[in-house]
């Protein structure tokens, strides 16, 4: 179609509805990207090179840019690291681009196909994390059917963290009610999970005296910060469901590192250079005035998204002590009751153990006076009792039980 359209080809075939998928694939990337998946050095005039960028992709690239004259092609099967889309989603949106994209009229997909993709890809559930270990936010695309889990593994395909290693807490004023949201954790486990967020605290405190960034809490941020203790912390188990986690940007679940030497390193991710271009003083032109005009807004506003993910990062970041403390005093409280509870039948098991040990004492009694009235009744030997050697026996063993 491009060769007929464009380089105006006679071709001999027509052309079926299918076609504007191509054009979907087209304007699909260059939402995710900013940028046309397929860019010959010159652009559109180079029209000859644009026809062979379109015919000779392999199957399953998505992208091919040439950035010199009769250069090499730079093929790509992949998003660029400047997507802005989620590490989880841009899988699936490859895959979407991929079938778009092809050029194989035996590999072309038809409308349903496309249709049965994208609500797949609409099924998924975005949970936020926020990963302690980097003091970043992340969102995860999940189906709704899968368990914590599937989330760990997820997570362990894109960040390289064992899922045994981690632990997903959830703040949640709901969980009041809802008290079998809380992690199946036994009293060795919650004591390292309170060694691991002890020493967590400690470690973060020294980020904070080496960065200064206590003085940038505002008085209303801080106030805001010591009401979030009364928050109801829990530590999600691995069978609990996604679909009942419920998670914004600014409520996300806490991802730990359940590393004891694990440290926290804040990463920013890729930042595109700001710099901005110069401005010729002495040559008029409102063509060149508008590109850099352009250019300048996407600079500063791709500079104000930084900021402003910085700052969400950071106010996180700031409610991670309570949060943990909260939960620290939790397993805490718990530990404390099943001290209690522990005490309380020690102390009923000791009062059964008296009581065998006094009946043990009446037994003893009984057995003897049972071997005397037989043995000697009455000082006087009356009859031979076949069974006296037997209860000896048996009382011999008692006694040897209790000692």
């Known amino acids: 179609m491009y060769e007929r359209a464009v380089l105006r080809k006679p071709v001999g075939k027509s052309f079926k509805a299918n076609v504007d998928l191509w054009s979907i694939g087209v304007t699909l990337y260059h939402i995710a990207t900013g940028s046309l998946p397929f860019r010959p050095y010159g652009g559109r005039k180079n029209k000859e090179t644009m026809y062979r960028i379109t015919t000779e992709k392999a199957s399953g690239i998505i992208s091919g840019t040439q950035t010199s004259e009769n ?3 730079k093929w790509s099967r992949n998003l660029p690291e400047s997507c802005l889309l989620s590490p989880s989603v841009q899988p699936l949106v490859t895959e979407l681009l991929a ?13 349903e196909k496309f249709f049965s993709s994208v609500t797949k890809i609409l099924e998924h559930k975005v949970v936020f994390v ?3 270990g980097t003091l970043s936010l992340h969102s995860i695309y999940c189906y709704p059917n899968e368990t914590v889990l599937g989330l760990k593994s997820r997570f362990e395909s894109l960040y390289k ?33 309170n060694n691991q967020m002890t020493s967590m605290l400690n470690e973060m405190a020294n980020m904070v005296n080496q960065t200064k960034l206590v003085p940038l809490l505002q008085t209303n941020q801080r106030r805001s910060l010591s009401s979030t203790i009364s928050t109801v912390i829990a530590i999600l188990s691995n069978d609990f469901a996604i679909t009942d986690i419920h998670t914004t940007e600014h409520s996300p679940l806490f991802l730990l590192n359940g590393q004891m030497n694990s440290k926290i390193r804040c990463t920013t991710g890729p930042i595109l250079p700001s710099k901005f271009p110069d401005f010729a003083e002495t040559i008029v032109n409102t063509d060149v005035d508008a590109q850099y005009a352009k250019l300048c807004s996407s600079l500063a506003y791709s500079t104000l998204r930084q900021i ?85 026996m048996q009382y011999d063993k008692i006694q040897t039980n209790f000692k």
């Not at 079938?99 to 409308?111: K, Q, T, Y």
């Not at 807490?169 to 079998?180: S, T």
């Not at 009923?348 to 009581?355: A, H, P």
Request: one cysteine or more; glycine letters at 4%.
């Open 71 to 73: 250069g090499e092609i």
């Open 99 to 111: 079938g778009l994209l092809e050029c194989d009229a035996h590999r072309m997909w038809s409308f």
């Open 130 to 132: 926020y990963y302690v």
């Open 161 to 193: 963290v064992a899922p045994s290693d981690q632990i997903l807490v959830w703040p949640n004023d709901n969980l009041n009610h809802h008290h079998h949201l809380i992690g199946r954790h036994n009293d060795q486990q919650q004591l390292n999970i």
């Open 308 to 392: 402003d993910k910085f700052i969400h990062n950071y106010k996180l970041a700031c409610q991670i002590p309570c949060h943990m403390l909260r939960l620290i005093d939790r397993n805490m409280k718990m530990l404390d009751e099943k001290h209690g509870c522990f005490n309380y039948h020690l102390n009923v098991l000791k009062e059964r153990l008296d009581n065998l040990i006094q009946c043990n004492g009446y037994l003893s009694q009984l057995i003897k006076l049972l071997i005397d009235s037989i043995v000697k009744p009455n000082n006087v030997t009356l009859y031979n009792f076949n069974a006296i050697d037997p209860i000896r």
